[in-house]
């Protein structure tokens, strides 16, 4: 039995060394490491993001951002990234994700807010106010799943699943993907137990190669339109495209009236169509453009396409097998319930699904924006 | 103060540990489970020249395998030795899914997906032979949409293969160009073979037997190419008498149960030397879009062409069928026209044609739907009227097309 100075002392001396000991892992961060060609074990080799005692921070001049619409990945929670090599700008683009240069790395770390009792609970939440410490996330109230590299390389883009060990110390690299099994527990703790996918490598390019001639991984996120908005960074909030221009990281960014700004999906002061229009590109329009995996089916969510039969008005579908749920066309305006579109968003089912991928849960909350603007539409495709 | 140095040696080693959290997947056992990870890593190192070979054994898999490089070749030793299961599949939903030309796939199968068997979408130069795709509990809904499914492709040849089951067309090409299909096997899916807005195909030498209906060639609306130009010849369509089990809303849920050979809203179509029996609805159905209960102005494109266009049915060999037809509509039709024991002609027509473009209340001679085959007769269902004066008057059917020149596929035989 010590006395509790001693106790104090020595849990001092203990909590000391385990930063020395922490500092052996990670160190001093050395600067971020761009590797030209090969594919690195460890998330830490890069140097992008890394474990600092109980945080997961961000190396210098690594810039996270957020994105007006994400993508939904079964409500985990992303941190973004982008780091550039010194002395190297993107190039701004109005409607095409930005020109980056070599060695540009985008980081995008999937983690969820524990919920207490086990390492699989964890929260349905779109609060984030708990998961940050400093521009880091706060590790002991979330759990990191897995951290995806986008690195462009002198050929092009390559995508580098990373899935984080069960003591969140490190990242290892997984390009066959991997399974993760969560319990996700809603605000009333009710519970819904699902199997997380990781993505193989080769599921990567599902996404992130829209156009199918060129068959080129691009960056989905990096948009002006997507990109426009505030970020709260260390030293205060500030536009994030004027930020990245700022640091140096982008160049050409025109006065701020010309810049596209896509809807936040979840922002209810924006009129329901600008909202279920950035829910549907973000979330399908990567695969539902006319240059996409999904060219075939005749439909399209990309956001120049008219709100008339290629946006799925009345439309009869091509190739859906089960997945018309027995309804006759994709959306029936003001009919929700006779519509494809939020009957495949509402299941789970392999299959059945969309999207076909990165998603194992439904996203309730988009299924509602969804049937919402649906049941908003006037007219009919009466005959 | 031993205990906390111990904890803290434990921090220590836990933090600098290689430890993961990678998990074996649900549902497979640990030997699938490593054969799934060693096959994934060939999908994803495959360059041109690679094969991929499959061995023998039921290998159980619960993710889609997807090939994004050309000239690879996949192969098995045999449909009934190499066998891939997706019955426990979590992510894909395809079994197999390609986007990538020069691509070869033979001697294999594919067990119960959740969603299609193989797709291959956007390649050139395909052989598809000796593959099987199956979903093994027979025909249900819930099973996936196509077996074999080339899509957006060029220069195709899909032979020797089958399919068992699929919840809308076994073997299905969708929107390329050249392709041949032949001795194939289809049976209890929905549709057996299936041509879609595709341009020049032979589909020849197959058995489509016990689907709901056995080879579709069909054009749908709002695709970006029109389908024109199939021979459908020497093949076996019997017995396509099974219940249609596929969700609604799908082209080929319109399709009723005992159907022969469909024709809808195609063009340059030529149908000949086949043996074509037993379909209870009947052996030969030329349709256009507006029977298929789909149509609607807001939803179609307004240049999309849904009728039936030079179609040349001729020297088939015709037995049995049109005695059960499927639905009630056709169930009326036929009782009142020809008695409760009686029977519809071999082919079936639903009456509708382009009233804008006649020529002395005739279709142009070159878009006309001619039938010279013995005594086959064409049952006009006067569709557009809801069946109100159908009529059997072949006059207007006793035409002929010009052939269609056979399909060749570069370096192929």
């Given at each position: 039995m010590m006395r509790p100075q001693a106790a104090r002392r020595a849990a001092l001396y203990a909590g000391v060394l385990a930063m020395s000991a922490l500092a052996g892992c990670t160190h001093a961060p050395p600067p971020v490491q761009f590797f030209a060609t090969g594919r690195p074990?460890?998330?830490?080799?890069?140097?992008v993001v890394f474990r600092d005692g109980g945080r997961l921070a961000l190396n210098e001049r690594v810039v996270p951002y957020d994105l007006n619409t994400p993508l939904f990945s079964d409500y985990a929670h992303k941190l973004r990234t982008m780091w550039m090599p010194a002395a190297r700008a993107a190039t701004y683009s109005a409607t095409e994700s930005f020109e980056f240069p070599v060695g540009t790395i985008f980081s995008k770390t999937f983690y969820y807010p524990r919920a207490g009792g086990g390492a699989a609970a964890v929260s349905r939440t779109s609060?984030?106010?708990?998961?940050?410490?400093?521009?880091?996330?706060d590790l002991a109230n979330v759990r990191l799943i897995e951290t995806r590299l986008l690195v462009r390389r002198e050929q092009g883009w390559e995508a580098l699943p990373y899935v984080w060990n069960a003591d969140q110390t490190d990242a290892e690299l997984a390009r066959t993907g991997d399974e993760v099994a969560l319990d996700l527990v809603g605000a009333a703790g009710e519970r819904e137990a699902f199997t997380y996918v990781v993505p193989n490598q080769n599921q990567c390019a599902g996404?992130?190669?829209?156009?199918l001639k060129t068959k080129s991984i691009m960056p989905l996120g990096p948009k002006a339109r997507y990109l426009n908005r505030d970020y709260r960074y260390a030293d205060g909030v500030q536009n994030q495209l004027a930020y990245l221009q700022k640091v140096g990281y982008?160049?050409?960014?025109?006065?701020?009236?010309e810049v596209p700004r896509t809807a936040?999906?979840?922002?209810?002061?924006?009129?329901l169509e600008a909202r279920a229009r950035a829910y549907l590109e973000v979330n399908c329009g990567h695969c539902h453009?006319?240059?996409?995996?999904?060219?075939?089916?005749?439909l399209n969510f990309d956001v120049?396409?008219?709100?008339d039969r290629h946006l799925g008005l009345c439309k009869p579908p091509v190739a859906a097998g089960r997945g018309?749920?027995?309804?006759?066309?994709?959306i029936v305006p003001g009919r929700p319930d006779d519509s494809i579109l939020p009957f495949r968003m509402a299941t789970k089912e392999t299959g059945v699904m969309?999207?076909?991928?990165?998603?194992?849960?439904?996203?309730r909350e988009g299924v509602e924006l969804i049937r919402a603007w649906i049941a908003a539409m006037p007219g009919s495709c009466g005959v | 103060m031993r205990q906390i140095a111990i904890g803290f040696l434990c921090l220590v080693a836990a933090a600098c540990?290689?430890?993961?959290?990678q998990s074996q997947p649900k549902g497979l056992t640990a030997a699938d489970a490593a054969f799934q990870k060693q096959l994934q890593e060939q999908f994803l190192d495959a360059k041109p020249g690679t094969v991929i070979e499959i061995p023998a054994g039921k290998h159980a898999l619960d993710r889609v395998l997807t090939l994004r490089a050309s000239g690879v070749t996949i192969r098995g030793v045999g449909t009934d030795s190499s066998i891939l299961s997706?019955?426990?599949?979590?992510?894909?939903?395809?079994?197999i899914l390609v986007y990538g030309s020069d691509f070869t796939i033979e001697n294999l199968s594919i067990e119960?997906?959740?969603?299609?068997g193989l797709k291959i979408n956007d390649g050139e130069n395909i052989t598809i032979r000796g593959v099987r795709v199956a979903?093994?509990?027979?025909?249900?809904?819930?099973?996936?949409?196509?077996g074999i499914y080339p899509v957006s492709s060029r220069n195709v040849l899909i032979e020797n293969s089958s399919s068992w089951?699929?919840?809308?067309?076994g073997i299905y090409v969708g929107q390329s160009i050249g392709v041949i299909v032949r001795n194939c096997h289809a049976e209890q899916?929905?549709?057996?073979i299936e041509i879609e807005n595709t341009i020049s195909a032979d589909v020849y030498d197959n058995v489509a037997t016990?689907?709901?209906?056995g080879i579709l060639v069909f054009n749908m609306p709002n695709l970006k190419q029109r389908g024109h130009s199939t021979r459908v010849f020497k093949n076996k369509v019997l017995k396509?008498?099974?219940?249609n089990f596929a969700a609604?809303?799908?082209?080929?849920?319109?399709v009723p149960a005992g159907s022969g050979v469909v024709v809808n809203s195609n063009s340059q179509v030529e149908i000949f030397d086949n043996d074509i029996?037993?379909?209870?609805?009947?052996?030969l159905i030329i349709s256009a879009?507006?029977?298929?209960?789909?149509?609607n102005k807001p939803g179609v494109?307004?240049?999309?062409?849904?009728y039936p266009r030079s179609i040349y049915v001729y020297d088939n060999r015709f037995a049995g069928g049109g005695d059960a037809p499927d639905g009630l509509d056709l169930k009326t039709l036929k009782v009142a026209m020809f008695g409760l024991n009686g029977h519809f002609p071999d082919v079936l027509w639903d009456?509708?044609?382009?009233?804008?473009?006649?020529v002395n209340g005739a279709p142009p001679a070159a878009e006309r739907i001619c039938v010279r085959n013995g005594g086959a007769t064409v049952l006009n269902a006067d569709g557009p009227n809801k069946n109100k004066n159908p009529t059997t008057n072949m006059a207007q059917f006793q035409c002929e097309l010009a052939k269609l020149p056979p399909v060749e596929l570069p370096g192929r035989t």
């Open positions: 074990e460890h998330l830490s080799d890069w140097h609060d984030q106010s708990r998961d940050f410490s400093g521009q880091g996330l996404c992130h190669v829209t156009d982008l160049a050409g960014l025109p006065q701020s009236p936040n999906w979840m922002d209810t002061s924006q009129p453009n006319p240059k996409g995996a999904a060219d075939t089916t005749a120049a396409s008219p709100l018309t749920g027995d309804h006759l066309f994709d969309m999207p076909e991928q990165g998603r194992d849960i439904v996203h | 540990g290689q430890q993961s959290s997706f019955k426990n599949e979590i992510s894909g939903p395809e079994g119960d997906t959740k969603g299609d979903w093994t509990g027979g025909p249900q809904t819930s099973n996936g949409a196509y089951g699929a919840a809308d067309a899916n929905v549709a057996g016990g689907n709901t209906g396509n008498n099974l219940g609604k809303g799908g082209a080929v849920a319109s029996a037993d379909n209870q609805t009947a052996n879009y507006y029977s298929t209960n789909y149509y494109d307004p240049n999309y062409d849904p009456g509708y044609r382009d009233e804008k473009n006649l």
